[in-house]
């Protein structure tokens, strides 16, 4: 390992996670990775630890664990920690793996999340077979961003045919894109209790919007709207699922 500042691989990785190193340092850090199978193998170590920790509901405390580390030799061979040692080889594999789950666990929140997933997911709409006309170009309309027709097209459909729950979720995923969350809640919450397929999204799309806005209680209220997603495997139920450490 190439790098005087650091003695504490602990310490080195851990700032490395959390985004406490300069760009050289952490140019250095990953260039450590690739060409000192000593160092590539202590960084192994000590995340596959941590992974352990997160596994077992967290029965030590993180500073345990440093101390696990640096006792590896005395302590990787005790009974207590034999149902780890599996678990910890097959780590030490897959080193990249880990550093990119970890990568993403330090730096990932819920508002993040959800706005990964509105970026990757609802900024565009998909034209379907057998839509009437005027949703075909709302969608339309919502594609090019021209966000406040949209929004008046879909409006309109809904107000004619009050059953048509894609036109009130339509609606309700233009002001979420356009970060009107009460506006968007509200359609979502309109949606829930409609019959219709799209229905069954609404539970989904309103943690998602909750986690985007972030104001105070809307964390602990998405993840449980998520939990009921997961539970009764509605839209969105795997990336609930997924989702669930992060919260």
């Known amino acids: 390992m190439n790098?005087?500042?650091?003695?504490?691989?602990?310490?080195?990785?851990?700032?490395?996670?959390r985004n406490a190193l300069n760009e050289e340092q952490k140019k250095q850090f990953e260039?450590?990775?690739s060409t000192d199978p000593e160092f590539a193998e202590k960084v192994a170590f000590y995340l596959s630890t941590i992974i352990a920790a997160k596994q077992?509901?967290?029965?030590?405390t993180t500073?345990?664990?440093?101390?696990?580390?640096?006792?590896?030799e005395e302590s990787l061979i005790a009974?207590?920690?034999?149902?780890?040692?599996?678990?910890?080889?097959s780590v030490a594999a897959s080193i990249i793996i880990i550093a990119g789950s970890y990568y993403l666990f330090f730096r990932t929140t819920p508002e993040k999340l959800a706005d990964n997933y509105v970026k990757e997911n609802l900024m565009q709409l998909h034209q379907t077979l057998g839509i009437t006309d005027s949703l075909h170009q709302g969608k339309d309309l919502f594609n090019k961003q021209q966000y406040d027709s949209a929004i008046k097209i879909f409006q309109g459909v809904y107000d004619n045919h009050p059953d048509n729950s894609e036109a009130k979720m339509n609606i309700g995923l233009t002001y979420l894109v356009k970060k009107s969350y009460n506006d968007a809640l509200q359609q979502f919450d309109e949606l829930g209790s409609m019959p219709g397929l799209y229905a069954s999204h609404a539970s989904f799309l309103k943690a998602i919007t909750l986690?985007?806005?972030n104001d105070e209680g809307d964390k602990e209220r998405?993840?449980?709207l998520l939990q009921v997603v997961k539970q009764q495997k509605l839209y969105g139920a795997e990336k609930a699922e997924e989702w669930e450490i992060f919260f």
């Open 211 to 213: 986690m985007e806005r």
């Open 56 to 60: 077992l509901q967290q029965e030590e």
């Open 63 to 72: 500073e345990r664990f440093k101390d696990l580390y640096k006792q590896k």
């Open 3 to 17: 790098n005087d500042q650091y003695k504490d691989v602990n310490q080195y990785v851990e700032d490395y996670y």
């Open 222 to 224: 998405a993840k449980q």
């Open 79 to 89: 009974v207590r920690f034999e149902k780890w040692r599996i678990y910890i080889t």
């Open 31 to 33: 260039e450590n990775i």
